[in-house]
């Protein structure tokens, strides 16, 4: 482990003072040399789909999984929407010239070494690979077991590129230890490794920030909700209810509770009920919720379950200081939304609610870096600092402080 990080480490200083139009090349090459793989790729993601399938792996993590030919063509072109973004080193944030005279510059700078730990979805290996790069900064990556074959021929396309271009393989790697001993270790090396990022299960996330000594940014869980104010359109309300739930319901940002107010639960129910029946949406909701139609009863575990499946609990409240109220008791900080055409009531919630992103009259399914304009995002951030939200190449970035003096003493 050792000697691996310290490869990894003697590589900051070659991608940290990249030019950007280098950067760019090679993550075009990289782009296309996925494309030209795709063959190899779908063979070797098929040993995992294999496997998974006999592991009996649920239907949504497969789906996350799978690898075809158009979403490695999709991983290539997230790729080169990543080159074509301004490069984020570099980047002058403020300046001033202070009472001696010396010229004073906060500029943007690559964090070092990234530690990326994530779970099923091989193309993250691309992305992240991607995102580091571009910022940069050296990435060491660790998928998880089920997305094995995958990932590491990704990796290995990606480092024939660097190696074609008389860069260190070592820039992007895979850990070589990716058992939950090799995570303990890496986790603990602030010699080597500048920066931590989680993204998966729970008891993952809580392990690492209990046991790292190195800074984390954590990707939290995703419990997101849609509250449906009083003063809703009907339309908009269940055209994006649906969205939020059924549009993929196995990813963080989907929605997995249902609040709307009382006032309207008897006109907007029985149709809620049928437009989610129809797509195979498993509800429960809370016991107001159950004088309308006829649901599983919603218990607290329920409420604070992020399912990643296409189930839905539903919550009655009297009005959106509940709302509010059920929101910062069972939410995670990660997207949340109200439906209403009052502006008043959209203000209130924007401002109150303490989440990463906030919708008014749209899907939480919106939270995604390759949406907001990032070309791609290392995940989404429920941290406060340093970074919140889709978690893009200028969240990759710390800066310093030059000083320009003409012989000043203190």
Same mark, same amino acid.
Request: net charge neutral; glycine share 8%.
């Given at each position: 482990?050792?000697?691996?990080?310290?490869?990894?480490?003697?590589?900051?200083?070659?991608? =940290?003072?990249?030019?950007?139009?280098?950067?760019?090349?090679?993550?075009?090459?990289?782009?296309?040399? +996925?494309? =030209?793989?795709?063959?190899?790729?779908?063979?070797?993601?098929?040993?995992?789909?294999?496997?998974?399938?006999?592991?009996?792996?649920?239907?949504?993590?497969?789906?996350?999984?799978?690898?075809?030919?158009?979403?490695?063509?999709?991983?290539?072109?997230?790729?080169?929407?990543?080159?074509?973004?301004?490069?984020?080193?570099?980047?002058?944030?403020?300046?001033?010239?202070?009472?001696?005279?010396?010229?004073?510059?906060?500029?943007?700078?690559?964090?070092?070494?990234?530690?990326? #730990?994530?779970?099923?979805?091989?193309?993250?290996?691309?992305?992240?690979?991607?995102?580091?790069?571009?910022?940069?900064?050296?990435?060491? +990556?660790?998928?998880?077991?089920?997305?094995?074959?995958?990932?590491?021929?990704?990796?290995?396309?990606?480092?024939?590129?660097?190696?074609?271009?008389?860069?260190? $393989?070592?820039?992007?790697?895979? +850990?070589?230890?990716?058992?939950?001993?090799?995570?303990?270790?890496?986790?603990?090396?602030?010699?080597?490794?500048?920066?931590?990022?989680?993204?998966?299960?729970?008891?993952?996330?809580?392990?690492?920030?209990?046991?790292?000594?190195?800074?984390?940014?954590?990707?939290?869980?995703?419990?997101?909700?849609?509250?449906?104010?009083?003063?809703?359109?009907?339309?908009?309300?269940?055209?994006?209810?649906?969205?939020? $739930?059924?549009?993929?319901?196995?990813?963080?940002?989907?929605?997995?509770?249902?609040?709307?107010?009382?006032?309207?639960?008897? #006109?907007?129910?029985?149709?809620?009920?049928?437009?989610?029946?129809?797509?195979?949406?498993?509800? $429960?909701?809370?016991?107001?919720?159950?004088?309308?139609?006829?649901?599983?009863?919603?218990?607290?575990?329920?409420?604070?379950?992020?399912?990643?499946?296409?189930?839905?609990?539903?919550?009655?409240?009297?009005?959106?200081?509940?709302?509010? =109220?059920?929101?910062?008791?069972?939410?995670?900080?990660?997207?949340?939304?109200?439906?209403?055409?009052?502006?008043?009531?959209?203000?209130?919630?924007?401002?109150?609610?303490?989440?990463?992103?906030?919708?008014?009259?749209?899907?939480?399914?919106?939270?995604?870096?390759?949406?907001?304009?990032?070309?791609?995002?290392?995940? #989404?951030?429920?941290?406060?600092?340093?970074?919140?939200?889709?978690?893009?190449?200028?969240?990759?970035?710390?800066?310093?402080?030059?000083?320009?003096?003409?012989?000043? #003493?203190?």
């Amino acid at each position: 482990m050792k000697t691996f990080l310290q490869k990894a480490k003697a590589c900051r200083q070659t991608i =940290a003072t990249m030019d950007g139009k280098t950067k760019n090349s090679i993550l075009n090459e990289m782009a296309d040399a +996925l494309v =030209a793989n795709s063959k190899l790729i779908v063979t070797e993601n098929q040993k995992d789909m294999d496997a998974g399938k006999k592991l009996k792996l649920d239907t949504a993590l497969l789906d996350r999984l799978l690898l075809d030919d158009k979403r490695i063509l999709a991983m290539a072109n997230s790729l080169r929407e990543i080159a074509v973004l301004k490069d984020p080193v570099g980047r002058v944030l403020d300046g001033w010239v202070n009472d001696d005279n010396l010229r004073i510059e906060k500029v943007s700078v690559p964090i070092g070494v990234v530690g990326v #730990i994530y779970e099923s979805r091989p193309n993250v290996t691309s992305d992240v690979a991607a995102l580091c790069f571009k910022s940069g900064n050296v990435a060491i +990556l660790k998928g998880g077991k089920e997305a094995e074959h995958s990932n590491q021929v990704i990796a290995k396309v990606l480092q024939e590129v660097l190696l074609k271009n008389d860069l260190p $393989k070592e820039i992007i790697s895979l +850990l070589p230890d990716a058992s939950r001993e090799g995570v303990a270790k890496l986790i603990k090396e602030d010699a080597y490794v500048d920066l931590i990022v989680p993204r998966g299960g729970e008891a993952l996330i809580k392990f690492i920030s209990k046991n790292s000594s190195v800074p984390v940014v954590k990707h939290d869980k995703g419990l997101c909700h849609t509250y449906i104010h009083r003063d809703a359109s009907q339309a908009k309300a269940i055209s994006i209810a649906l969205n939020a $739930k059924c549009q993929r319901p196995g990813v963080c940002n989907a929605m997995e509770t249902l609040i709307l107010d009382e006032s309207i639960a008897k #006109i907007l129910l029985p149709g809620l009920y049928k437009s989610f029946v129809d797509r195979g949406t498993k509800l $429960k909701g809370c016991a107001k919720t159950r004088e309308y139609i006829f649901v599983d009863l919603a218990s607290n575990e329920d409420f604070n379950t992020e399912y990643l499946a296409n189930e839905l609990n539903i919550k009655i409240v009297s009005g959106i200081e509940e709302a509010m =109220a059920h929101i910062t008791k069972y939410g995670s900080g990660h997207s949340e939304a109200i439906i209403t055409e009052n502006y008043g009531a959209a203000e209130k919630f924007m401002n109150a609610i303490d989440a990463a992103c906030v919708y008014v009259n749209a899907s939480t399914r919106f939270t995604d870096g390759g949406v907001f304009g990032f070309g791609a995002e290392v995940g #989404i951030s429920t941290n406060k600092l340093h970074a919140r939200g889709p978690m893009g190449v200028n969240e990759l970035t710390t800066y310093k402080f030059k000083i320009y003096g003409n012989g000043q #003493i203190r």
